[in-house]
Nanobody, 112 residues
Framework: QVQLVESGGGLVQPGGSLRLSCAAS????????MSWYRQAPGKERELVAV???????NYADSIKGRFIISRDDAKNTVYLQMNSLKPEDTAVYYC??????WGQGTQVTVSS
């Protein structure tokens, strides 16, 4: 079965950086579109970034120029490099495979 395990979240000061990782198993990773979503308290889950088979990407306007999504098909892992973090980036970040399978999420808190 599909398993997605996120890691790399934590507490960071405004302006700082974090790199999230999502280790995948149970499916042919290289053929799947992978994405990162986030959900802040009291808000709906929103799409942050997408990376398709072959490496094309799309980003939400709110994080464009600050976050970078990448994938390593040899390691079955997708990453989200988050730079210039802002308090409004605070949320639980979820990895998603094929817009259908979800990880358990990792908390990112941006605060001084």
């Amino acid at each position: 079965q599909v398993q997605l395990v996120e890691s790399g979240g934590g507490l960071v000061q405004p302006g700082g950086s974090l790199r999230l990782s999502c280790a995948a198993s149970g499916f042919t990773f290289s053929t799947y579109t992978m994405s990162w979503y986030r959900q802040a308290p009291g808000k709906e889950r929103e799409l942050v970034a997408v990376i398709r088979r072959g490496g094309s990407t799309n980003y939400a306007d709110s994080i464009k120029g600050r976050f970078i999504i990448s994938r390593d098909d040899a390691k079955n892992t997708v990453y989200l490099q988050m730079n210039s973090l802002k308090p409004e980036d605070t949320a639980v970040y979820y990895c998603c495979a094929g817009y259908a399978s979800w990880g358990q999420g990792t908390q990112v808190t941006v605060s001084s």
